[in-house]
């Protein structure tokens, strides 16, 4: 029932509408033209014809004659006479800008044409894309020349944005070329006598150079610059504008002519922008953005263009008379306009019926994208829930296990009491939770899961009686925001590894670049950051890109591992684990790593610094280590000569404080800046031992080594002999 009272509606409106068909709506559409040319005289025309297909529009034209102050006032005098309407052909990019906004600001549509303006109060744009026609007539250029020459660009009206545009695609398309030359760029404004007058005087001070194109960004400018040739005499070079106009002083007849060697059109399509500006005010739908499509007019087709043209504009001309006669028959159509809403109200039915089909649909996928929300949301709730069982689990089953395991166990020392503290409080958390569980199923009372819970504080590391690691002990970084895991984790790595803490994974973020840990242990779920994402900056930061993450974590289900390893992780281990199997993993990690260090060890080659092939097979794995190693060596290289060249130096030129390059190099290499500084001067020394006449004393300057002494001490250290015998050798 209800689109068949959509349709009456519509019906009866449209009966409104055709006894009210008299008193249709006019509408006032002002042009602010921004100069008067031929270019304009055509668009202008076109948007009389354009108008004569809506007898209630009315066009009020207004031309600035290249000026700003004129053309902000003809706009705000235009907005002041009650304009409907303002199309308008900015002079520059930013000098109309406030006039434009206050049209804009008092309701009224602004179609902004040909050039563009840098305000955003506009309703639609059209015109032609200048970067695309510089672009293409530079590449023209390039291959009329053969690829080599040297040319001269006449620019249009500063700060406009077609002369903006299409200088920067042009230059971009003759940079592709280097056998293209720009001798000369003059400021131009789009008139032929200025552009005569900024040619005449570079030629005047340039006597004698040799031309071969000069582009004009309009067939006007180019015009202007071939007759200060001709003045000058001697041999012209060749002419290209823009605009391709047709008629007796147009670019196409200048090409056809053999005046010019190629135009682009320019398309003014003053029929579709006035089109433009009737569905904007009648609100039809229209584009936003609207690009008109242009063409290249040479000898090869200058000819048959200009047949076309002409063949318009008459046509054009017998349009203006069919209107006249037209008007005529327009009386005659009154009574058939009943019909005409009729079969219009028709359509709208099928419309609406098509509306109630795609509504229905529309409903159905409404539904199940709820269904499907609430399947995530389920398994979003047993994932959380899971994570808040298996996390406590994991405190009783881990350090229960481990205190079973100890020798302390019987006697009962600190390092029991505090496992035994771990064990009682989170046993009391974990039944908390089932409770609560349990009464939300029966709809009983929910108990306080932390009802029971022990405030006791574990002991630190310092009391647990734990062994403290070597200083050259791996460092490992535990991120967690549950301080138990955390304390328990710490039990379980302190006596092997230097730990380092963070709570969640921001703050483990900024530890990571700060102290560059040998292997990571994260948790998933956390506040501020939690852990794909924080594994994801891990692996994306140059600093700590290498560095092996481990995600522990109550999320078991397989497609939450793949988000894990997806997300950058080396290893995914749920909870809750075993510290044998944890340990593992972390020695493994890190054995890999040691064997990523001996493949990146410096060795004396051709090359100044140089890796093993197999090294660079596995740096290419990683994009970020391969990009560190190769901008290291680099740096190396360029400077291998200075022998005031420090830690500092590199560190600064990396971009890294000191302390980060030696990390982060001894992770990836298995040797310090200076040890790897020092083998690249050992081995370009050997290089230039075997390849070149160089004193032992001048190879050794050469390669940054101070004393040619220490040079020969440090070489029978790298490779078993002095030098001399080296080169004997």
């Not at 405190?395 to 395991?405: A, K, Y």
Request: glycine residues 6%.
């Amino acid at each position: 029932m209800r689109p068949l009272k959509v349709c009456i509606g519509i019906i009866l409106l449209f009966s409104l509408l055709a006894s009210c068909s008299q008193d249709e709506k006019r509408y006032r559409i002002g042009v602010s033209q921004c100069s008067d040319d031929i270019w304009r005289d055509k668009q202008n025309s076109e948007l009389q014809i354009g108008a004569y297909f809506h007898d209630n529009v009315d066009l009020c034209f207004a031309a600035a004659y290249d000026s700003d102050e004129r053309q902000i006032q003809q706009i705000d005098s235009l907005v002041e006479t009650g304009i409907d309407l303002l199309i308008v052909a900015p002079n520059q990019v930013s000098t109309i800008s406030p006039a434009i906004d206050r049209a804009y600001d008092k309701g009224i549509p602004v179609i902004v044409f040909e050039r563009k303006t840098n305000t955003k109060k506009y309703t639609a744009y059209m015109g032609a894309d200048n970067y695309e026609m510089g672009h293409l007539m530079g590449e023209y250029v390039a291959t009329r020349l053969h690829e080599h020459g040297r040319i001269i660009e006449v620019m249009g009206l500063k700060g406009s944005s077609p002369a903006i545009e299409r200088h920067n695609g042009f230059r971009e398309a003759i940079a592709q070329h280097p056998g293209i030359q720009v001798i000369a760029t003059l400021q131009g404004d789009w008139t032929e006598p200025t552009a005569y007058n900024k040619v005449k005087q570079w030629l005047d001070k340039n006597k004698g150079e040799k031309i071969d194109l000069v582009f004009g960004m309009n067939d006007r400018t180019a015009m202007g610059a071939r007759k200060a040739f001709e003045e000058a005499g001697g041999a012209l070079p060749l002419f290209c504008g823009i605009d391709g106009l047709p008629g007796e002083n147009g670019g196409i007849r200048l090409v056809q002519d053999s005046l010019l060697d190629a135009s682009y059109i320019y398309p003014t399509h003053g029929d579709q922008l006035l089109q433009l500006a009737v569905d904007i005010l009648e609100g039809k739908p229209y584009e936003k953005e609207t690009k008109l499509m242009s063409a290249l007019v040479t000898q090869d087709n200058a000819r048959v263009l200009l047949m076309e043209s002409e063949e318009i504009m008459r046509q054009s001309h017998n349009l203006e008379q069919l209107h006249e006669k037209a008007n005529k028959y327009l009386d005659q159509l009154g009574n058939q306009r009943m019909l005409t809403f009729v079969a219009l109200a028709a359509m709208f039915l099928l419309l609406a019926l098509l509306v109630g089909i795609y509504m229905y649909y529309l409903q159905r996928a409404r539904i199940q994208d709820e269904r499907t929300k609430m399947e995530r949301e389920q398994l979003d709730f047993y994932t959380q829930v899971s994570h808040e069982l298996r996390t406590p689990l994991t405190l009783i089953q881990g350090p229960l296990d481990q205190l079973l395991r100890t020798n302390d166990f019987r006697t009962a020392s600190d390092n029991a009491r505090e496992l035994f503290t771990i064990v009682r409080r989170n046993t009391h958390h974990l039944t908390g939770l089932v409770n609560k569980m349990l009464d939300a199923q029966v709809g009983g009372t929910i108990t306080d899961v932390n009802a029971h819970v022990e405030t006791q504080n574990l002991a630190s590391p310092e009391s647990a009686g734990n062994v403290k690691p070597d200083e050259d002990a791996p460092t490992v970084l535990i991120v967690d925001d549950n301080a138990d895991i955390r304390t328990y984790l710490r039990s379980i790595l302190q006596g092997k590894y230097r730990v380092l803490e963070a709570e969640d994974g921001k703050s483990g973020l900024d530890m990571a670049r700060e102290h560059v840990p040998d292997l990571i242990v994260s948790d998933v779920m956390m506040p501020v950051m939690n852990g794909l994402e924080f594994c994801q900056q891990v692996k994306k930061d140059g600093i700590s890109s290498h560095i092996p993450v481990i995600l522990l974590t109550a999320r078991a289900l397989e497609k939450h591992q793949i988000e894990g390893y997806e997300s950058g992780a080396d290893a995914y281990i749920t909870k809750p684990f075993s510290p044998e199997l944890l340990l593992a993993r972390i020695d493994n990690l890190l054995q890999s790593r040691h064997q990523l260090k001996d493949l990146w060890t410096m060795k004396p080659a051709a090359e100044t610094v140089a890796v093993t092939s197999t090294a660079a097979a596995v740096a290419a794995t990683n994009p970020i280590e391969d990009a560190f190693i190769s901008q290291f060596k680099s740096i190396v290289e360029e400077r291998l000569a200075d022998s005031y060249l420090s830690v500092e130096d590199l560190a600064t030129a990396m971009g890294l404080s000191r302390v980060q390059l030696y990390r982060k190099v001894k992770a990836l290499t298995g040797s310090s800046p200076v040890d790897l500084l020092r083998k690249a001067r050992l081995a370009q020394a050997q290089r230039l031992l075997q390849e070149s006449t160089l004193s032992v004393s001048e190879i050794a300057y050469q390669v940054g080594f101070a004393s040619p002494s220490y040079f020969t001490k440090c070489y029978k250290d790298e490779f078993g002999t002095v030098p001399g015998e080296a080169r004997k050798s």
